[in-house]
């Protein structure tokens, strides 16, 4: 009887770790659907056909610069993506690369899987950002200050550089070390968990963002009394809407490029503009620049960025897994938390990020000309929206018509073009 009870037992376990299991997975299922559905079912911008020529919009000889500006950067762009490929996929699958594997899991031990694993991904990583770094010193010191738009010196470069790698490899080593030690701890359950505690991280990393990693690049400051504060206090009036904070950031100690941009979640959510903006353009025009952040705040773009975030990675981590229990079922690796195999899930990553981009860059471009209509609607004023994307990328040396392949890879913005277009067929009645 007592061995029966056991028994008994034993199986009401094993049904509560199923049911939980099943539980879980239905939540990842749910997180990825939820993820999907926010881009499909939000404001979008009609689809306006292709853009009419740049020589539309702009002279031969703005556009002779626009092309001397951009090509070599799309080529040194090229040639990093490349890299970027080939330095992890060098460490996964080459003779050398696994060999520099297998000596950094047994320098840390293979009796702390989860901290050689980091270890191997934070090297591979960093590796590659030192691989990368020419092309990145040539793009962003050299190139830039050849054209005028960079300001600070060598050392300002440099410790512009520390702090956009520093927290990226900080959180690869965070998110290597935890996935590892979820995997060896639940093998089966792993993938939901990590799924919902990147979904977790990542809605927290876009939180503190306006506090924490922001403050470390630029200084900010309320927009003082005058014209242009007159000019956002309208626009606010005109959305009936109001955000927690408008500041503006000292951008002119590293570039003489004009932007602006929403962050922040929540009670830290802001609209941060460049004071090369804010001193530049007229105040109408920086109106219509708020008013393009107020639409994407109106549109709750952050939040759907970040539930599609959610669910592309909780996607891959299923997709991870199932590569991981293939190589274990073939004898390429002993355990799922191998970490001799961590620089294979790094390369796997890597091809994920690159393949999906052209989506990813699509989702954007929607959501930024959801945003221009949002704009339009909210000042009524499309010539002032057309000046300023003129003004825009002529300061910017913005290319008014991308290549195809160079909008699939990194346009996150519809072309100038498209967005004189979208002003143009406004002010004609032909857009509302």
């Not at 092309?135 to 190139?143: E, I, P, Q, S």
């Not at 290597?176 to 792993?190: E, I, M, N, S, V």
């Not at 699509?362 to 000042?379: K, P, Q, W, Y």
Request: aromatic share 6%.
């Amino acid at each position: 009887m007592a061995e029966v009870g056991a028994r008994a037992e034993q199986r009401a376990v094993v049904s509560g770790a199923g049911r939980l299991l099943l539980g879980a997975h239905l939540v990842a299922g749910a997180l990825v659907v939820v993820g999907v559905l926010a881009q499909v079912l939000r404001p979008l911008a009609p689809d306006l056909g292709p853009p009419p020529p740049p020589t539309v919009w702009f002279d031969a000889a703005h556009l002779a610069q626009v092309t001397a500006y951009r090509q070599p950067l799309y080529a040194a762009g090229v040639a990093a993506l490349v890299l970027r490929l080939a330095v992890p996929c060098l460490a996964a699958f080459s003779g050398p690369g696994r060999r520099f594997v297998d000596g950094v899991v047994r320098r840390v031990g293979e009796h702390r899987p989860a901290r050689a694993a980091t270890a191997v991904v934070l090297a591979v990583v960093v590796i590659t950002d030192l691989v990368v770094f020419p092309l990145a010193f040539w793009a962003g010191y050299v190139h830039e200050g050849a054209f005028g738009f960079r300001v600070h010196g060598l050392a300002g470069w440099a410790r512009d550089w520390a702090v956009e790698k520093t927290p990226t490899w900080l959180v690869v080593a965070t998110l290597t070390l935890g996935g590892y030690a979820l995997a060896r701890r639940l093998p089966r359950a792993w993938p939901p968990v990590a799924g919902a505690a990147t979904a977790l991280l990542a809605a927290a990393f876009v939180l503190v963002t306006p506090v924490v990693l922001e403050p470390l690049v630029f200084s900010t400051d309320t927009l003082p009394n005058g014209p242009v504060r007159a000019e956002v206090q309208r626009v606010l009036d005109r959305s009936d809407h109001q955000v927690e904070r408008i500041v503006v950031a000292d951008a002119s100690r590293r570039t003489t490029k004009r932007n602006a941009y929403l962050s922040g979640l929540g009670p830290s959510r802001q609209v941060v503009l460049y004071d090369t903006l804010v001193e530049s353009q007229p105040p109408d025009e920086v109106g219509a620049v708020l008013a393009h952040e107020l639409a994407h705040h109106l549109h709750a773009d952050l939040v759907r960025g970040t539930l599609l975030a959610a669910a592309g990675t909780t996607a891959l981590c299923y997709l991870l897994a199932a590569v991981l229990r293939r190589r274990v079922r073939s004898g390429r690796q002993r355990t799922v938390g191998d970490p001799r195999a961590a620089a294979v899930v790094l390369a796997l990553v890597v091809l994920a990020t690159v393949v999906t981009a052209p989506v990813a860059n699509a989702v954007s471009r929607r959501a930024e000309a959801a945003a221009d209509l949002g704009a339009l609607r909210i000042t009524g004023a499309p010539a002032t929206f057309q000046r300023l994307n003129a003004e825009l990328a002529r300061a910017n040396l913005s290319d008014p018509l991308p290549p195809r392949w160079v909008q699939l890879l990194w346009s996150t913005h519809p072309p100038p073009s498209a967005r004189l277009e979208m002003g143009r067929r406004w002010e004609e009645g032909l857009l509302r």
